[in-house]
C-alpha cells in the first residue's frame, strides 16, 4: 500500500498537520524538479542563492516553491507570486519576468507588484520526485481544478508537507492547506474556497498556526458547524500556554489540547512507520473531541 492509502487505513487525522510557514514565494519553473527543489534544479546560480538568501531573511517562516502549469511551456514570460499570511489580513502578489535570472534582482516585498492577486490561488502539490503519491494523485486533482476556477487560479507546486495526506492543497493568501482532496471533491472544495469557507472534511489547519492551535481551531469549527473563514480569530494562547483562546460567533471561548499517541504511519512511500500525534481538545471542562 502507499503512504497515503496506509494513513487513511489507519485513520490518520488531518488536524493539526499543516506546514508551518507565514510567507511564500512561489517560482515558475518549467523544467523538471529534482527532490530538493532549489538545491537540485538547473536555475542559475545568482538566482538559487537569493532563494536561499529570502528564506533565511524569513528566520524559518518562509517557504520557496516552484510552481508550474504544464499549458505555460512556452508562456514569453515567468511568473513569481509572493504570500504573506497573517492572522488579520494577509498579502498576496504577483510579479512578471521576462527572465528568470531578473529574479535574482527583484524586490520581493508584496507592495512593489504593480499586480496584486485578487483571487484564491489553489496550489495543488505534484511533485513526484519526493513521493509518488503526490504526483499520482496531485495530478488528476489539479486537472480537475483548473476547469472550475479561472485560469491562472490554480498552479502544480513542489513539496507542501504530508506526503501521506495526498492529495493536498494550500490555498493563498489564506493560508488554508488541505489534504485528502481527490477529483470528485474538486468542484465542491473549489466553491468553499471561492466562498472564503474551509473545507472541514479536508482541513489540515492555516499554515500561521502550530499544530496545537490548528487542531483547537478545527475542533471549534466542528461544534459549530463554523466554515467561515473570517467567523474564527485566534488570540493567543492562555495559562502555560496548553490552553489556546479563539474569537467566536458565539463569544471568546478558551480550548485546553492535549498531545497523544496517534497511530504509526510511513510519512512517505516505501519508508518505515513512524510515530504521529494526536490532539485531544477540552472545551469549558468536557472532550468535544479528537483531531
Known amino acids: 500500500m502507499s503512504c497515503s492509502e496506509l494513513s487513511a487505513a489507519s ?68 511568473a513569481v507570486f509572493v504570500a504573506h499570511v497573517g492572522e488579520h489580513g494577509s498579502a498576496f502578489a504577483r510579479f512578471e519576468l521576462e527572465r528568470i535570472e531578473d529574479l535574482a534582482a527583484l524586490d520581493l516585498d508584496p507592495g512593489r507588484s504593480p499586480e496584486p492577486v485578487a483571487v484564491p490561488t489553489l496550489l495543488v502539490c505534484a511533485h513526484g520526485r519526493r513521493d509518488a503519491c503526490c504526483a499520482r494523485l496531485g495530478v488528476p486533482l489539479y486537472e480537475a481544478l483548473r476547469g472550475l476556477v479561472e485560469p491562472d487560479a490554480v498552479w502544480q507546486c513542489s513539496h507542501l508537507g504530508g506526503h501521506r495526506f495526498a492529495g493536498n492543497v494550500l490555498a493563498l493568501p489564506h493560508g488554508v492547506m488541505l489534504g485528502r482532496v481527490r477529483p470528485i471533491d474538486a468542484a465542491r472544495v473549489a466553491a468553499e474556497l471561492a466562498a472564503d469557507a474551509v473545507p472541514l472534511a479536508h482541513y489540515r489547519g492555516r499554515v500561521i498556526h502550530a499544530p496545537a492551535v490548528q487542531a483547537a481551531e478545527l475542533a471549534i469549527r466542528e461544534r459549530l458547524g463554523e466554515a467561515r473563514l473570517a467567523a474564527l480569530r485566534y488570540l493567543g494562547p492562555a495559562g502555560d500556554g ?50
Open 11 to 78: 485513520l490518520e487525522r488531518l488536524g493539526g498537520t499543516a506546514t508551518r510557514a507565514s510567507r511564500w514565494l512561489l517560482v515558475e519553473v518549467r523544467e523538471a524538479w529534482g527532490r530538493d527543489v532549489v538545491a537540485d534544479g538547473s536555475l542559475p546560480a545568482s538566482v538559487r542563492e537569493r532563494l536561499v538568501e529570502w528564506a533565511s531573511q524569513s528566520g524559518g517562516d518562509g517557504r520557496v516553491l516552484f510552481v508550474r502549469k504544464p499549458e505555460r511551456r512556452a508562456a514569453p514570460t515567468f
Open 242 to 291: 496548553s490552553r489556546h483562546r479563539f474569537a467566536t460567533p458565539i463569544g471568546e471561548v478558551t480550548l485546553a489540547v492535549d498531545e497523544h499517541d496517534g497511530p504509526l504511519v510511513p510519512p512517505s512511500c516505501g519508508g518505515r512507520p513512524e510515530p504521529t500525534v494526536r490532539f485531544a481538545v477540552r472545551w469549558e471542562g468536557a472532550a468535544i473531541g479528537e483531531v
